[in-house]
């Protein structure tokens, strides 16, 4: 990877697109200090830290921007929401799924309706941020304050998605990717300074903090190799395709493979889990009910649904609560590996696809039979793959749950930050190899 790296930079080209995104991912850090017009910063944070409020995964996501409440408060949450919601809505309305099949010039109208998709979700957002803080804009949440905050913050969601996209136009890798994975990595400092104070500053010997580092790093070693696994791991189907005579020649006969990915749905699964179940959590704390597993009812619940209780061993497990929490989260990211997967994977299509190709799979009939085998095969494949997703998730909520260690970074955010980093780097190769490409077509 470094020699990749070290040798992209030699290119002219490829050189100027690394710095054009190293440059816009600086804009995005920069624009999460700078605080939203009409808000008061330092009442609303002081509020946040007598409330004990964990923001946890949607700070991740935000960098950091939604605790400040800067500009770029939403990030580019809403664009991904948009994102996912239009390619849900590609199997229920035809017409978007004509487009879908229309090549470039569908893409373009598919991406046209999830921009304005994403500013009617900004707009929706913000109007409700500047209602439920009302309390904390300046002169209160009148007309004037609530229309320039909610302008500001739509305003910082509009501009992030537009970087993003210049950023895949003229960078490297997914713009909006890479946004995100900045805003993940940006919260590394403060985990580290935590595992700092409480692990090596705070120990009471130079054994005990010692331990406590190999430790952390065997955690993030194991993690990132599983993630690793997962992410390159894939199931290859083999395909051969029938010789026939075109013109005066005789062509195909040669043998391919469907690459069937055993983590097929990616990271949506783990995000759509953990937003679901934090949603509920983060708008209770802010109604002042926090997570007690010896409270009442609702207080039982809210443990189930928050992750920073299902594995706090600080005073012993009293409940089966949060056991039920851990289970529900696997199930869910089951459940959401299995719907995505349907969504973006079609096995009816690709079986009249290898049929019309004159393809078929050795030992299977071309059609109806070839369909039933692949997703006889896809089942098996999302099950390992969403455990897999699920283990990788809860490794470091133990790690964290063992030492006491209230950590923003967790497995979901290891699964975003490698395959990100997988993605472009691959993308870089590419480049490389055009670059050589063209070179020896030159001479």
Not at 117 to 144: D, H, Q, V, W
Not at 205 to 222: D, N, P, W
Not at 365 to 376: I, N
Request: proline residues 3%.
């Amino acid at each position: 990877m470094f020699k990749t790296i070290r040798d992209a930079f030699k290119v002219k080209e490829i050189r100027d697109r690394l710095l054009f995104t190293l440059i816009c991912l600086v804009i995005v850090r920069l624009g999460s200090l700078v605080p939203a017009p009409s808000f008061l910063k330092s009442v609303y944070t002081d509020w946040l830290s007598s409330k004990s409020i964990d923001l946890g995964f949607l700070n991740t996501l935000t960098g950091g921007s939604f605790e400040k409440m800067s500009i770029f408060a939403l990030n580019i949450s809403p664009y991904i929401t948009a994102s996912i919601i239009i390619q849900l809505l590609t199997i229920a309305i035809p017409k978007l799924e004509e487009l879908q099949k229309d090549g470039e010039d569908g893409r373009k109208v598919i991406t046209k309706i999830t921009r304005y998709t994403s500013i009617g979700l900004a707009i929706i957002e913000s109007i409700a941020m500047c209602i439920g803080f009302g309390s904390y804009l300046k002169g209160g949440p009148g007309f004037t304050s609530i229309v320039i905050t909610t302008a500001a913050f739509t305003g910082g969601a509009a501009f992030l998605m537009w970087l993003g996209e210049r950023m895949t136009e003229k960078g490297v890798g997914n713009g909006i990717s890479m946004i995100l994975l900045f805003n993940i990595v940006s919260s590394l400092p403060t985990d580290f300074a935590n595992i700092y104070t409480q692990y090596v500053k705070g120990a009471d010997s130079v054994i005990k903090a010692i331990i406590a580092v190999i430790v952390t790093l065997v955690v993030a070693a194991v993690t990132v190799v599983l993630v690793v696994l997962l992410q390159d791991g894939q199931r290859r189907i083999a395909v051969q395709y029938a010789k026939k005579v075109q013109g005066r020649k005789m062509v195909g006969g040669q043998s391919s493979f469907i690459p069937i990915k055993v983590n097929t749905a990616g990271v949506i699964p783990v995000i759509f889990s953990m937003s679901l179940m934090q949603f509920i959590t983060i708008i209770s704390s802010f109604a002042g009910v926090g997570a007690n597993v010896a409270g009442n009812v609702w207080q039982k619940i809210l443990c189930v649904l928050s992750s920073s209780k299902w594995f706090d061993f600080s005073g012993g497990f009293k409940t089966f609560w949060p056991t039920v929490g851990v289970l529900i989260y696997i199930g869910l990211n089951i459940f959401f590996a299995y719907f995505y997967t349907a969504i973006t994977f079609n096995p009816n299509e690709t079986a009249n696809n290898l049929k019309t190709q004159s393809g078929f799979i050795p030992g299977i009939r071309p059609g109806r039979p070839t369909a039933d085998y692949l997703t006889k095969v896809l089942n098996y494949i999302i099950f390992i793959g969403a455990v897999g997703l699920s283990i990788v998730a809860v490794i470091p909520m133990i790690f964290s749950g063992v030492f006491s260690l209230a950590l923003s970074f967790g497995g979901t955010s290891i699964i975003i930050i490698v395959g990100v980093i997988l993605e472009t780097m691959q993308q870089v190769e590419s480049m490389m190899v055009v670059r050589h490409y063209r070179g020896f077509l030159s001479e």
